[in-house]
């Protein structure tokens, strides 16, 4: 018999851990100013109440909303592509010339983004990008390609050699065998690094608060930061923003779990 | 890089051509070069120019918007000498160890617990999920409104525990901090474990089941030594990781009370964007870097040879 107790017990507890702030969020995010201050804050106030929530998107936060989907969509995007065709060359490439290629990208998972702020703030003024969105996607991009790179290389791997072979007498050209057979073959690995990396995308914080200033620039992280600042005595509202700029990012993993999940422990694995 | 520009001098002719291969063979890393080259410019202008602007910017004393002029080792001088810079180095370096200290065991055991058959167990995978996906500036928002003495769980338990000024003392601020980033980061490592303990094979727990091993006992013979190279990777993610909690702390915060939770990342951005010290700021940028390359080089060291060459195999 299965019986694991510690885990079990600790399992169960942990679970009361991740949930009570959750819980505290969306019960929060649907009370009035009066039942905050009044009622029990674990306890939910009846009837709930939407205000808040028409308080937060009548306070832009659709723009903020636009922005993130802007941002996610173009460092996503061109991520993905860039990482399948460069995995695509150290694994199908002359292990001579891509060893070193890939041995860069390795090191590139050891660099604390943070440590590069200063150069890349002045990178994006000299470019004449700052306080766009585009300065949020360039260096989000090129930060993103070492562990989609790992993850996409692990699963070309896989694929069977005899597959490419048949390819080649077929008289196909790299390019053909690239898109026709490596990106099929490899579609569960790039849904992971589009899910993992919008993730991270979504939740970014020191870029935008770096790279951008003008309000209608913000994405929803710095948004829900300064909304805070304008709301500190208003938490309801405050809550129901947490709520709302979650909301889409939990659709996203509900609808991209099932590839998430496993791309992530079979890279993790090896 | 010396040998993929002499490939791109030579003439373009791909697979499709029927020349030998073996002649060929040189010449055809053309389209492989060809599909590289954009991820490599990215890599290069947006990730390894700034690393070297790093270490440039930092023999400067640059005010964020004047002219950059090298002044030698003037902002180094001023590095060393802060008071703040060794209180950051000293405050990352305890939230890289206390962060492991503490996420690492209870990762492990979570994850094996999850890997077990039971169908609840993938619903509990879905909702131990729920943290990574909300941001850090959400986390830290919603810890301040949760530990907030007169209206968060203080109130609500009505536990003398949670009505203790959590963020506004120097010590009791550690524990928050440590708390919330394990709040947010144990179900990624989690998952991480849950996946490698259900590939270890089922007849190694059979056959010390056979032996008269107990749970316990297969748990510290088969289960940890299986989870080997999920150490490493798990422990290199946690550790580099450990040196990014900017946001998290920034928001939540501040650095402060005082300076109890200025960690060096934060002392970077605040003595460059706030203080227009970005030569001091790099200096700092550059204490960051090689610590995140002498953490990750020495976690895989400590994982053994073999385990390092494993690593550069699944790359």
Request: proline residues 6%.
């Amino acid at each position: 018999m299965n019986r694991n107790w510690l885990g079990g017990t600790l399992g169960w507890l942990w679970l009361i851990v991740v949930l009570l702030p959750i819980y505290f969020v969306l019960i929060t995010s649907f009370k009035s100013m009066a039942a905050y201050f009044g009622s029990n804050p674990v306890v939910p106030a009846l009837p709930p109440v939407i205000e808040n929530f028409i308080a937060v998107l009548e306070a832009d936060f659709g723009m903020y909303l636009l922005n993130s989907v802007v941002v996610a969509v173009g460092t996503v995007v061109p991520l993905v592509i860039m990482a399948f065709m460069a995995s695509y060359s150290i694994v199908r490439g002359s292990r001579r010339v891509f060893n070193p290629v890939r041995n860069l990208f390795l090191l590139g998972l050891a660099i604390p983004v943070q440590a590069t702020i200063v150069p890349i703030y002045l990178l994006i003024i000299r470019m004449h990008m700052y306080d766009s969105l585009a300065a949020l996607m360039l260096p989000a991009i090129a930060f993103g390609l070492p562990l989609s790179i790992l993850i996409i290389a692990n699963s070309l791997r896989d694929v069977p050699k005899e597959l490419f072979e048949a390819m080649d007498i077929d008289g196909c050209t790299e390019w053909q065998k690239m898109w026709r057979l490596a990106l099929p073959m490899t579609r569960p690995a790039l849904v992971t690094v589009a899910v993992y990396q919008a993730l991270l995308s979504w939740n970014g914080f020191l870029f935008p608060l770096i790279l951008t200033q003008s309000p209608d620039k913000r994405t929803l992280p710095l948004a829900l930061w300064s909304f805070q600042g304008e709301y500190a005595t208003n938490i309801p509202v405050v809550m129901a923003a947490v709520t709302l700029s979650s909301i889409p990012i939990v659709v996203l993993y509900a609808v991209g779990r099932r590839y998430l999940v496993s791309g992530m422990t079979a890279g993790a694995g090896k | 890089m010396a040998t993929t520009t002499t490939e791109l001098s030579s003439p373009p002719r791909d697979g499709a051509s029927p020349a030998p291969a073996r002649a060929a063979k040189e010449r055809t890393q053309l389209p492989h070069v060809l599909f590289a080259l954009p991820a490599l410019v990215m890599f290069g202008v947006f990730a390894l120019l700034p690393l070297l602007g790093v270490i440039a910017l930092s023999f400067t004393t640059w005010n964020g918007i004047g002219a950059i002029e090298f002044t030698g080792l003037t902002s180094w001088k001023e590095v060393l000498s802060r008071s703040s810079t060794w209180n950051g180095l000293a405050l990352v370096v305890l939230m890289v160890v206390a962060t492991w200290l503490t996420q690492t065991p209870l990762s492990i055991l979570l994850g094996a617990f999850l890997a077990g058959p039971q169908r609840y167990r993938n619903v509990l995978a879905v909702l131990y999920f729920l943290p990574l996906l909300l941001s850090s500036a959400a986390i830290a928002i919603t810890y301040k409104s949760l530990l907030d003495p007169n209206f968060g769980l203080a109130s609500g338990l009505n536990m003398d525990v949670f009505a203790l000024n959590w963020l506004g003392d120097t010590t009791l601020v550690w524990y928050v901090v440590l708390f919330v980033i394990a709040w947010q980061f144990i179900p990624f490592h989690t998952l991480i474990y849950q996946g490698a303990v259900r590939q270890i094979p089922q007849s190694m727990y059979e056959a010390a089941q056979i032996d008269g091993a107990g749970r316990v006992r297969q748990f510290f013979s088969i289960t940890l030594p299986q989870l080997k190279y999920t150490m490493i990777t798990s422990s290199t993610l946690m550790v580099v990781g450990a040196l990014t909690y900017f946001d998290l702390i920034f928001v939540l915060t501040q650095g402060g009370p005082g300076v109890a939770t200025r960690i060096l990342p934060l002392d970077m951005y605040l003595t460059g964007f706030r203080g227009n010290e970005m030569g001091v700021a790099s200096g700092l940028a550059m204490m960051l870097v090689v610590l995140g390359l002498g953490l990750a080089l020495g976690v895989q060291r400590l994982g053994g040879k073999d385990a390092s060459a494993s690593q550069m195999e699944g790359a």
